[in-house]
C-alpha cells in the first residue's frame, strides 16, 4: 500500500508560480513512477506530467510543456510539480499518482495509488 500527499496548492494570478509537493509514504519507493493529473471543473482528468524513478525518462503534456517540470527527490520519498507562468486554465484539482510498474504512461488506468488531490487557482 502507498499512502500519498499532496501540498502546495492554492490562489495564483496569472503568470505567478507554485510548486506541488508529493510525499509517499512508502519506504522506500523502489521503481515506481510518478505521475502528475488534474481535474479541470467540469471536465475529466487529464494527464499532466510523469517520471520514472532514476528520473531519466520524463514526459509531460503539450499543455504544460516548457511551463511545469516535474522532479523527483528519492531521498525524500517525494515528487514535486513546479509550475510557472500559470494560466487561468490550469485551474484544477491537481493529483499525484504512482505506477508500481515504473512506466510514464499517460494513462491514468495504468496507475495504481493516487493522492487526495489539491486544488490549484489561477485567476486572471
Known amino acids: 500500500q502507498v499512502h500519498l500527499v499532496e501540498s502546495g496548492g492554492g490562489l495564483a494570478q496569472a503568470g505567478d508560480s507554485l510548486r506541488l509537493s508529493c510525499a509517499a509514504a512508502?519506504?522506500?519507493?523502489?521503481?515506481?513512477?510518478f505521475g502528475w493529473f488534474r481535474q479541470p471543473p467540469g471536465k475529466e482528468r487529464e494527464f499532466v506530467a510523469a517520471?520514472?524513478?532514476?528520473?531519466?525518462?520524463?514526459k509531460y503534456a503539450d499543455s504544460v510543456k516548457g511551463r511545469f517540470t516535474i522532479s523527483r527527490d528519492n531521498a525524500k520519498n517525494t515528487v514535486y510539480l513546479q509550475m510557472n507562468s500559470l494560466k487561468p486554465e490550469d485551474t484544477a484539482v491537481y493529483y499525484c499518482?504512482?505506477?508500481?510498474?515504473?512506466?510514464?504512461?499517460?494513462?491514468?488506468?495504468?496507475?495504481?495509488?493516487w493522492g487526495q488531490g489539491t486544488q490549484v487557482t489561477v485567476s486572471s
Open positions: 499518482a504512482v505506477d508500481r510498474a515504473g512506466w510514464t504512461t499517460r494513462n491514468e488506468v495504468d496507475y495504481d495509488y
Open positions: 512508502v519506504h522506500p519507493i523502489f521503481t515506481y513512477a
Open positions: 517520471v520514472t524513478w532514476s528520473g531519466d525518462i520524463i
